[in-house]
């Protein structure tokens, strides 16, 4: 039991490596979390250096170029050409610096001091940076869609796609639900309010954020909204199920959501839906294609690129082992001539010492020879 205990934890908090809805969930978490910070630290800016230069909010409602320019700007009294050409580069457009320029001369704000300034100066410039970020985060969660469920990104777009999943927990919980439970995610509150007072329930939820029911007139927001709800229901079962997952079938059901709108607007008669899947897969089928061969292109590069490092590393060690073995050679060359010459060293002293001892013998055998004379 304990081990089934362990096993049944591991399974629920480890991440998928292959599918990467977990980090789209959190991406998207911290995007709207940063939405709601750089608004607030925005207003923040806007109502300390409104207390200097009070036009400018009325002048540049952006909320990143407003900040851009108080950066730049930052103490009136002292506004000349290069700030104007700096602000020309900001907000491409020549008119609204002249506003500007004219606004700074007739600006009824108060003068701060230079402390102050720089307070607002760095802060501005960390809300900066977090915009900044936020368009990187933004660039990021796309990139994460397209790889994870390009067909339900091609067709609501990478935010409300992304916001779906996060809702659901994942992908794979989003794929499970039906077309009703997709089209009401996000209004849980108004739904059940709606049961308990006996009232209309909600038409959508998050796919209200969706650009197809803004261009909905009002009598047809709520068919649009099922209808939509249906096509992403279909694109996150593809997305989920398939072996290489491709945007193909999130086109063809934009078109299709395109063409219902038509249809409710004109009464065109759009294509029937056998027909729009059936092209779809074709097409569908010659991008995986496609993919395959890039893959197994890669593949085959990178296993040749192993071997030709492999290779490298065993000449490498080759090389290696042969400067070993020439080395010990040396070494033991040298260690023999050493001995040797300690050998004919030590010869050439026993020789020595012998002639000496027999030129000994012979001067003490003369001088005997001489005694006895």
């Known amino acids: 039991m304990l081990s089934l205990g362990h096993s049944y934890s591991r399974t629920k908090v480890k991440f998928d490596v292959h599918r990467v809805d977990n980090m789209v969930i959190q991406s998207i978490a911290l995007l709207d979390q940063l939405d709601k910070d750089i608004n607030l630290f925005a207003m923040r800016i806007r109502e300390w250096y409104s207390y ?5 909010y009325k002048l540049i409602p952006d909320q990143h170029n407003y900040i851009k320019c108080a950066c730049t700007i930052m103490d009136r009294n002292t506004f000349d050409e290069a700030t104007t050409e700096k602000l020309k580069e900001i907000l491409n457009d020549d008119g609204k610096v002249a506003e500007v320029a004219e606004a700074v001369r007739t600006s009824m704000g108060m003068d701060i001091s230079k402390l102050d300034l720089i307070n607002i100066e760095r802060f501005a410039a960390r809300v900066s940076s977090l915009i900044e970020y936020r368009e990187r985060l933004h660039a990021y969660i796309k990139e994460r869609m397209d790889s994870c469920a390009p067909s339900l990104c091609a067709l609501v777009g990478e935010q409300v796609g992304a916001r779906l999943i996060s809702h659901a927990g ?14 009401i995610l996000g209004a849980e509150k108004a739904l059940f309010r709606a049961l ?37 229901a279909v694109a996150s079962r593809i997305d989920c199920f398939s072996d290489i997952p491709v945007s193909t079938y999130g086109d063809h059901l934009r078109q299709q959501v395109e063409d219902r709108l038509k249809y409710f607007e004109t009464g ?23 993919i395959l061969k890039k893959r197994k292109k890669a593949a085959k590069k990178a296993k040749k690129l192993a071997e030709e490092g492999q290779a490298t590393e065993e000449r490498a060690d080759a090389g ?10 040396r070494k033991q060359k040298e260690d023999g ?21 027999g030129k000994k013998k012979k001067k003490k055998h003369k001088n005997m020879i001489k005694n006895e004379d």
């Open 196 to 232: 308990k007072t006996r009232s209309n329930t909600p038409k959508y939820g998050l796919l209200f954020h969706s650009t197809f029911i803004g261009r909905a007139s009002a009598k047809n927001k709520g068919r649009i909204s099922r209808f939509l709800a249906n096509k992403c």
């Open 268 to 290: 065109e008669i759009p294509k029937k839906n056998v027909e729009v899947m059936k092209e779809a897969t074709e097409e569908a089928e010659v991008v995986k294609a496609k």
């Open 320 to 329: 290696v082992e042969e400067e070993i073995t020439a080395k010990k050679k």
């Open 337 to 357: 001539e050493a001995v040797e010459m300690d050998v004919s060293y030590k010869d050439e002293d026993v020789n020595g010492k012998d002639e000496e001892a």
């Open 170 to 183: 994942s992908l794979t919980s989003l794929a499970k639900y039906p077309a009703s439970t997709v089209q």
């Open 52 to 56: 200097h230069f009070p036009e400018l």
